[in-house]
């Protein structure tokens, strides 16, 4: 599996405007209604539903939510670079400005777990971070995401 398999360009909002985590989760389940068909109601709900859990927000101004949606049949992802840094409530307590989401089938099983531990690597690297905050267009980031890196290889 490759990041290739999850995002796609229309998944990427280069310069998202939000001053609330809430916020930030509602624009990318408007975005994920548009690439799925899955009401923007559900995708929220259910991410929502997660971060009730604990927060996605995993340190490094970066932040993963997640979760398994009904009616979904295949792994999504979505990425959004924030204008500015919001709080996220994450664990290391920094603002996020990064955020990655992930939405999965209910089945998924193991496939969530993979992709899920596939951006956390992908986005642990601190070079990708920089260049992801220093591109300016939806393409430009969806290279630096789906560039082979070495650790995909393993």
């Not at 927060?55 to 949606?69: D, E, L, M, S």
């Not at 709080?87 to 920094?94: E, M, R």
């Not at 596939?118 to 992801?132: G, N, P």
């Amino acid at each position: 599996m490759e990041i290739s398999d999850l995002l796609a360009t229309e998944g990427i909002i280069e310069n998202l405007k939000v001053t609330s985590k809430k916020q930030a989760l509602q624009e990318l389940s408007r975005l994920a209604e548009n690439i799925t068909g899955i009401k923007e109601r559900v995708v929220f709900e259910t991410i929502m539903e997660r971060e009730r859990l604990g927060t996605t927000g995993v340190g490094n101004f970066i932040a993963i939510p997640h979760g398994k949606v009904p009616q979904l049949n295949s792994l999504h992802g979505l990425f959004a670079r924030l204008g500015r840094p919001i709080d996220f409530q994450a664990i290391d307590q920094q603002p996020v400005d990064l955020i990655f989401m992930l939405l999965a089938p209910i089945h998924a099983g193991t496939d969530h777990l993979k992709a899920l531990a596939l951006v956390a690597r992908l986005l642990r690297d601190q070079d990708i971070c920089k260049k992801l905050r220093g591109t300016e267009s939806a393409d430009g980031i969806f290279a630096i995401l789906t560039t082979p890196q070495e650790y995909q290889a393993a």
